[in-house]
């Protein structure tokens, strides 16, 4: 009765087959593929080792999910029939069975019914090997993608037909270009390779210049010594653009850490730069403007889902507002009763600092916030040797953004025209019919509103906690110190050349050690040039 | 009619300065008294010694700040460089009674797989190097960087920032395994101090002591230097600092032996602090930590000595009992305390009460500036 079910399935599947008509790739009689899986029956490590290698050979996806279950260990055969089936545990002590080509149920058995067909790790590995080749032809692009890039790395000669074979049919160039590259490498794994194709596999490894390629042209055995001269100059040649590529990253990862603090120290530069005023509270600004921006996702989780992409633009104008607030009732509240009290403005807005972190802590708890990424600022893409991560990029381009923008109001905009007005001449300034102290007010808040911002950035990329604002607090002043306090310019080269340095220290020092030598650099320059690298001239430095 | 005093030479110690010694005395003598009593418990006497290193500290910084006009935001690091030389020394004392019971390493080396103990930590087996050593390194950072500093006319702000950043940079680098002071976990798990068990009442009652006879000392060596010439001079410079410099003074050196000065006796508190509390750790570097020193003296009053003292126990000990109590309002009352003292009482506490005494001279009809030239 069960063989004549089974004989039913076996029909059903090929009749499901032929309607299908041929799958992708190569067609292989599915015949051919049951023959070779009844040899796994009984079995010893050669005999499936052999039965491995036909079916990569015959080159059909559809022996694909069989070899996976053969390595993960699910292949059994029946003691009755000698049929090689897939196995799953069930509750109740049972194994059910499975046709491994087609997934099909066939029965549940008790244990002792089956026999398994064990592997050990020789034959893992052809597995693996045989896997690549067979999904080099499937249907689905991710799959073929990897495929390549597993036969790239194993590098069997034996996979050489097979990958041939795909690479004929392969029409989308990136895979198609992983294939050549993974042919090229397995030539060259190949002592008895032709020269010329050994040759022309070179220059492909040099063309391709990774570090995977350099090892595969050191690991090159050849008694040919023409060869073996043009793999030791591909490597020099590889090692050469290795170089230029990091230098290149440290010089990208620079820039991003260098946007970071540009953005961090910016509304510094204007409260601290323009007035004069330093502001301790300014990291808890920023920190502010963080959880906003988490305040602005929650809402828009529990609302409206489908706006979450949407959540950073909602967040950027909040955050400037609320920030900005805070910072115009700092100034009001506290700064305003300070001024030309230079230290003592210093320790009030540290205890403003410290009210406002520990009412964060209060409301929203002392343990990190989760704040989303939308789609556009998740994953990275390549550039050449460089991997560039969107939200890197995105902060980049937003930080220089605000940075024109707050060039614009200082430059063009009579609230600037205003600001630098009081900043030169307060007295002269309030004769000429300025509310300097409405002035002062919005320049505060101007500048806070820009901390805001910087904490809608800093969401994505760094951890909303309480303590968000402390660690970018010395960071800030060391940029608008060495920048030159009071010149917007002055921070924007400040905040780039300090965050480029520090990742070229990095490799030679280790990350914390870079962030000494960076402080100890600052205060070393300071001697020389006590105010800063673009230093204001002038009256305005006795101020 | 005002007639102009001379510029009177002041005494070593006026009325504030006795009454705060005779205050100094009653504490050595009467909390061990208390103690032994059982009025005070154990922990008390500890906790009263550490306020009283506080106190040194906050002396130190308000000599620097009140006289000088030099706002350090860097003062913990002295504090903490100091604490570390004594914690070095502790560290060698447990000998072979650590966990690893190696007898030449510390316990945090064997566990890195140090071979051999680093250059920086010959000599400190021995109490008085470790004591020179306490005073002797922030000594040396306050020269090097006061020398660079002063010389190149870093004043006001820039100087403050420069300080914070100095303190943070150390507090990254000995957060490090690698720098050979412990890392995160610092210095700890004494055993004893020159034979005494560190555990004992008897030794905490004795370090205590100990600090109060510091606190006595950094007070008459700071209250000496204020009334003496240079004194007056240093008063000056942080009053105006061009006009010193027009008159001739070579204000460098002033700030310099100053900066020094406060730095030793910041170490000195440091060195003290460790065996009573009886753990040093990079905590202790941190900027925050730093400017809770400049509350103290700002809440006390600063240009006063014995205000910054005050200051520093009445902060230290509120922190203690509201960390307790209510630990989600500690930072909002610290926070308060920063912009309440700076916009109302920007003399703090002691100023407070002199004008408070001020006033009540003047309704008896002298002039508070007659009396305060007096005084």
Redesign the interface.
Known sequence: MVRVFRSLVIIAGLFQMMMLGPSYGQTSDEGTLRAEMARLAGADFDGIADVVTSLASIGDPEAAPLLRALRGGDIYWRKSDRLVVRAEKIPGRLLRLFDPLTGETLEDVKKRTIKKVKVNNTLRRSIDTALGTLTLRSPDRATRLDAAGQVFRNRDPATLPALDAALVDEADAQIAGIMRDARAAILLNDATADPAETRSAIERMVARGDPAARNILAGLDTRDPTLAAAAQDGIAAIDRSLRLWGYAQNIWQGLSLGSVLLLAAIGLAITFGVMGV?NMAHGELVMIGAYTTFAVQEVIRASAPGLFDMSLFIAAPLAFLVAGLVGICIERG?VR??YGR???????T??????L???V??IFGPNNREVGNPSFMSGAFELGGLTITWNRLWIILFALAVFVFLLFVMKRTMLGLQMRAVTQNRAMAANMGIRTGWVDAMTFGLGAGIAGLAGVALSQIDNVSPNLG?SYI?DS??VV?FGGAGNLWGALAGAFTLGIANKFLEPFS?A??A??LV??F???F???R?RGLFALKGRAVEG | MLTPAPLNRKRLLNTRGWTFLIVLAAIAVGVPYLNATGALPDYAVSLIGKYLCFALLAIALDLLWGYCGILSLGHGAFFALGGYAMGMHLMREIGDRGVYANPDLPDFMVFLNWQELPWFWWGFDLFWFAAVMALFVPGLLAFVFGWFAFRSRVTGVYLSIITQAMTYALMLAFFRNEMGFGGNNGLTDFKDVLGFDLQSQDTRIGLMVLSTLAVALGFLICRAVVISKAGKVIVGIRDSESRMRFLGYRVEGYKLFVFVLSAMLAGLAGALYTPQVGIINPGEFSPANSIEIVIWVAIGGRGTLVGAAIGAVLIAAAKTLLTGLYPEAWLFVLGGIFVFVTIFMPRGVLGAWDSMIDEMWHTRGMDPRERRLAA
């Open positions: 330093i506290v009763f300070l230079p230290l003592e403005t210093l320790l009030a540290w205890g403003v600092s410290l009210i972190q520990q009412a802590r209060s402390q010395v002043f060391m110190v280790g914390v050690l962030k000494v402080l100890i600052i205060i070393l300071i001697q020389k006590p």
